[in-house]
Nanobody, 128 residues
Framework: VQVVESGGGLVQAGESLRLSCTTS????????MGWFRQAPGKEREAVAC????????YYSDSFKDHFAISRDNANGTLYLQMNNLKPEDTAMYYC??????????????????????WGRGTQVTVSS
């Protein structure tokens, strides 16, 4: 599995960004997907996950109000729309395929990433 993230950048607080992610080595539409992030000095954490069809999503508590995960199976692309960004959103953002998905978010974790396959990530920096 290979994943490639894009769309990060330097923005001011209150602005928006949309991250994108594509995969290779897997059939995109056959796997649940997730977005994760890692801030300097902190552990990698789950942001949001989405099932194979895109009909079900799960957000970690801190992100449900101003982040939105979606996918376009026809084009093999995963998205993360980030609105009203804050300086504390500064982090490296990663996408990943997931081994399992459950609506309650039980498998929206770093441990459920398929083959522990991570991309290089895309850096998001939010200035105040």
């Amino acid at each position: 599995v290979q994943v490639v993230e894009s769309g990060g950048g330097l923005v001011q607080a209150g602005e928006s960004l949309r991250l994108s992610c594509t995969t290779s080595g897997v059939t995109f539409s056959s796997w649940a997907m997730g977005w994760f992030r890692q801030a300097p000095g902190k552990e990698r954490e789950a942001v949001a996950c989405i099932n194979m069809s895109g009909e079900s999503t799960y957000y970690s508590d801190s992100f449900k109000d101003h982040f939105a995960i979606s996918r376009d199976n026809a084009n093999g692309t995963l998205y993360l729309q980030m609105n009203n960004l804050k300086p504390e959103d500064t982090a490296m953002y990663y996408c990943a395929t997931l081994r399992r998905y459950m609506r309650n978010g039980r498998y929206c974790t770093v441990q459920e990433v398929k083959d522990d396959a991570w991309g290089r990530g895309t850096q998001v920096t939010v200035s105040s």
